[in-house]
């Protein structure tokens, strides 16, 4: 079982959440929402989760198959119903550049496990949105 506890911080929108190891992160409303964006909004913490599932996978992967890794970065897009409440994901695209002298098909087909089947908060979205993803690697 997953338990997270949420502590407020001010007297508006600022929380933040411990998981049970003590790690924090802070959640706060958009300024036009009446937070003052200290924080993650709740639907941005929902990509960011999303691009470190995919970026262990794709890190667990790579090593498996002995490709030199030297980092990776991930760049989360995600586009919401407008005017709707509650406003879910509709579309999601996460491009992701490895850094290293990787080979491209193994890089192409890391990614594609990763979003398509391994991570579990890629397939918690999919169920409303359309995820797409693409790759970009940058040699020494």
Partial sequence: MVSIELERLDKDFLMQAKNDRGNLVQLDAAPQDGGQGKGFGPMQVLLAG??????????????????????????????REHGAVPSLYTAVHAHFKLYGNIDPDKAQRAVALSVDKYCSVAKTLEKTAKITHSVEIIKP
Avoid at 50 to 79: F, H, W, Y
């Fill in 50 to 79: 999303m691009g470190g599932c995919s970026a262990i996978d794709v890190i667990t992967i790579l090593r498996k198959q002995r490709e030199p890794l030297d980092d990776i970065k991930i760049t989360i897009n995600g586009e």
